[in-house]
């Protein structure tokens, strides 16, 4: 079985005067580079409703603003989530989209969003931001085409 080559806890030093990074890894190998990029993915919150989880990849996404964008030109769009996460989505898609909603259970996004994305946000004609939303069940709409 094939053993995980991630850092230790101690595992590196910063280059100094223009030199490499170290990076030694599990198992002793050692790496060096001018740039380290630590990419250990992302992991989203799931809603956790049964109807939404079934239409994941099929139009309800988590964390793909960015590759869905275009196609989502001149519809309406959902973001459910009130964090920064989700403003910077609204504001990525509103180039896009017809209309963006971002769906949040708080009565206000200071508590979840930075000051200034919050701005962005409200600033913006394409987005709206209703309060006391909570996304329980989901409807699928079939087109003939």
Do not use: W
Not at 35 to 49: E, F
Not at 52 to 70: H, Q
Not at 113 to 140: K, Q, T
């Amino acid at each position: 079985m094939a053993q995980p080559a991630g850092p230790r806890d101690d595992s590196g030093e910063p280059g100094r005067d223009g030199q490499p990074h170290t990076l030694r890894l599990e198992g002793g190998a050692t790496v060096r580079g001018r740039a380290v990029v630590i990419a250990t993915g992302a992991s989203y919150r799931r809603i956790g409703v049964d109807a939404i989880e079934a239409l994941v990849g099929r139009g309800v996404n988590y964390g793909a603003a960015t590759s869905v964008a275009r196609d989502l030109r001149d519809r309406e769009v959902y973001v459910v989530g009130g964090g920064n996460s989700a403003g910077q989505a609204a504001v990525h898609l509103a180039r896009f989209a017809k209309s963006v909603t971002i769906c949040i259970r708080r009565e206000s996004l200071a508590s979840t969003m930075s000051a200034y994305l919050i701005r962005e946000v409200e600033a913006n004609p394409v987005i709206a931001s209703p309060r006391g939303v909570l996304a329980v069940d989901a409807l699928v709409q079939v087109q003939n085409r």
